[in-house]
């Protein structure tokens, strides 16, 4: 009789099956924490490197983007740094931590926030080393060290912000592909130079510096108080006494306009700060008639602390363009309704402009001036004909013959325009192409400037000088309309080298009135900027946000930031490096188009 007592039981049974699969999966546990617990038990020199390669590992391809509860934005640019650097710990110089975070501290003054570079983390770690060292949170620190320089080197390199996650029309991300900054992370380390190298990552350009001394200006102006607000009421006017002239006398003496250290009468309203007035509208992009009406009031009751945000919004915007500028280039204002043209680094040229009207918004881009079109035709636009030209042909039978206008038809056969039911388009769409003769009545006036863009933009001439008159220039549907761009074409081509046109040539084919194409040897860069905040001979100008886009920024720049992400590297090639390219570029990379001449130009130079 068998002695049941002596077999397992099931629940036995399972046991002891379950034995060999515990201790599989102890041993495995025991391996996995032998990995981790050998460099905690080792000096760094001989098994640190295993450690923060691991933990780089972690970050990059298991995407467990924290250390502790701080985020890691460059995983990327980490794992090859340290590679580079054999895994081994890169932050042992107390002076080169000193070095970054004073760099970190002074990020303020360019408008950029310290606390995204793990400023408090860094200085509790530091803290904690100090009193109780351990392996594992010493390549926390370190790491963390190096993705603050990582982070804060691309910000100044590049912006916090991506802009075309800011504005719907911004194509201003950088000319050439980012290369791996790795190299110049590791010698700065190496040679002890971490915050000269930071410092010169920052835009070295007199635009940048100019903003950087106007928010320590203005900052300075908020620690003393800012300024007072004026209450509402009537307009003051020269000659007018009132208790808020004496308001409006200490606040323009806070922001320079007023320079009179004491006045008779306070509350009059007297000659002196009639030119006070007149220097703030000109800061401020207003008429400047003398007079403290509505507008002039509301800006300057916007607040200090508001027009710091302006200044960092536009140090932002400038750090999006500047390390791409080239020496010869054409930059549109579009907030300034101002145009330059630089050539070898110097502004040898500008003039004044008219922009898109805020329900047709200048686009923000880079292109490149490809040619010009002197005498040009004019191709309205579908929507134009549709919502604004065949409404007018309607009402006015000689409206085609007072603006020069042609109905073509799909074959590019002129059309009587009797034969066309006018009335029968009205809001809807029109089956023909409204083309405008060239003169000086056409809508492009003498002179366009074409380069490849998305947005179907150009620069050109315009019959309607009168409005260049205005403080104010938004008038178009968002090409520019430039006031002096026959003098500007005749320079583009002078400075073409080896463009056959010259000036005598140019001024024949202008007055030949015959459409002809000229086209530039060497393109020549253009920079259509929206900026509501710069500095001009050493006088802060405030812009009006034309468009309402410095919300969107401010917002984002107040943000966390994004993570740089990675591309895969390229394999070596002979003769071509390998690089680990950053694939956030912040925007996407220009168009380069073929150049084309436009289908209605006679003559091609």
Not at 187 to 201: E, F, Q, S
Not at 273 to 290: I, N, S, W, Y
Not at 347 to 369: A, D, E, Y
Request: charged letters at 20%; aromatic letters at 8%.
């Amino acid at each position: 009789m068998i002695d049941r007592s002596a077999l397992p039981s099931p629940c036995k049974f399972s046991y002891l099956v379950a034995i060999p699969v515990f201790l599989k999966k102890l041993r495995g546990m025991a391996f996995v924490l032998s990995l981790l617990l050998a460099p905690l038990a080792a000096t760094a020199e001989d098994a640190g490197p295993l450690f923060i390669q691991q933990r780089l590992e972690q970050l990059y391809f298991e995407e467990q983007n924290t250390i502790g509860q701080e985020p890691v934005y460059a995983a990327g640019y980490l794992l090859d740094l340290y590679r580079k650097n054999q895994f081994q710990l890169l932050w042992t110089s107390q002076d080169n931590i000193s070095q970054l975070l004073a760099a970190i501290i002074a990020s303020a003054e360019e408008g950029l926030i310290p606390d995204d570079y793990h400023l408090k983390a860094l200085t509790r770690y530091g803290n904690e080393l100090k009193e109780a060292p351990a392996m594992a949170k010493t390549v926390e620190y370190d790491l963390l060290l190096s993705d603050a320089l990582i982070l804060l080197d691309q910000h100044k390199r590049y912006g916090k912000v991506a802009p075309n996650e800011v504005e719907e029309k911004n194509n201003l991300g950088p000319a050439t592909p980012r290369t791996s900054p790795s190299d110049i992370y590791l010698a700065a380390i190496k040679t002890g130079t971490v915050r000269a190298t930071l410092d010169k990552r920052s835009p070295d350009h007199q635009a940048y510096n100019n903003l950087k001394q106007a928010l320590t200006q203005y900052r300075k102006i908020a620690s003393n108080g800012g300024w007072k607000q004026i209450p509402a009421g009537p307009s003051l006017k020269p000659g007018m006494r009132d208790d808020r002239v004496a308001l409006m006398r200490k606040r323009l003496a806070v922001t320079g306009d007023y320079h009179q250290k004491t006045a008779s009468d306070p509350a009059l309203f007297d000659d002196t700060l009639v030119t006070a007035v007149k220097a703030f509208q000109t800061r401020h992009h207003l008429e400047p008639d003398g007079v403290g009406g509505k507008t002039v009031i509301n800006a300057m009751n916007v607040s200090v602390a508001d027009r710091i945000n302006q200044i960092r919004v536009n140090l932002e915007r400038t750090r999006w363009v500047i390390h791409d500028m080239p020496s010869s280039s054409l930059i549109v204002d579009i907030a300034g309704f101002m145009l330059q043209y630089y050539h070898k680094d110097q502004l040898i040229w500008s003039s004044k402009v008219m922009v898109g009207q805020p329900f047709h918004q200048t686009p923000v881009f880079r292109s490149n001036v490809t040619y010009l079109v002197l005498n040009p035709t004019w191709t309205i636009p579908p929507d134009i004909a549709k919502n604004e030209t065949v409404p007018h042909i309607y009402a006015d039978s000689n409206y085609l013959h007072k603006q020069h206008l042609r109905v073509i038809d799909s074959t590019g056969a002129e059309v009587v325009p009797t034969s066309i039911p006018w009335k029968q388009y009205l809001g809807k769409h029109f089956p023909y192409t409204l083309r405008q003769d060239p003169g000086t009545d056409n809508s492009l006036g003498l002179i366009k400037f074409l380069f490849p863009n998305p947005y179907h933009v150009y620069l050109h001439d315009t019959p309607s000088k009168s409005l260049f008159g205005r403080a104010q220039r938004a008038f178009s549907h968002g090409c520019i309309r430039t006031q002096n761009p026959l003098e500007l074409g005749k320079m583009l081509v002078a400075n073409d080298p080896g463009n056959p046109t010259n000036g005598e040539k140019f001024d024949q084919i202008v007055a030949s009135g015959k459409t002809t194409t000229i086209i530039l040897k060497q393109p020549l860069p253009i920079f259509l900027m929206y900026l509501t905040a710069n500095v001009q001979d050493g006088v802060v100008l405030f812009k009006p946000d034309l468009y309402s886009r410095d919300q969107g920024i401010f917002t984002a720049l107040n943000g966390p930031p994004a993570s740089l992400k990675q591309t895969t590297p390229i394999p070596e090639v002979k003769g071509q490096a390998t690089t680990l390219a950053d694939k956030n570029t912040h925007g996407t990379t220009p168009e380069r188009n073929a150049t084309g001449v436009a289908p209605y130009a006679k003559d091609t130079l």
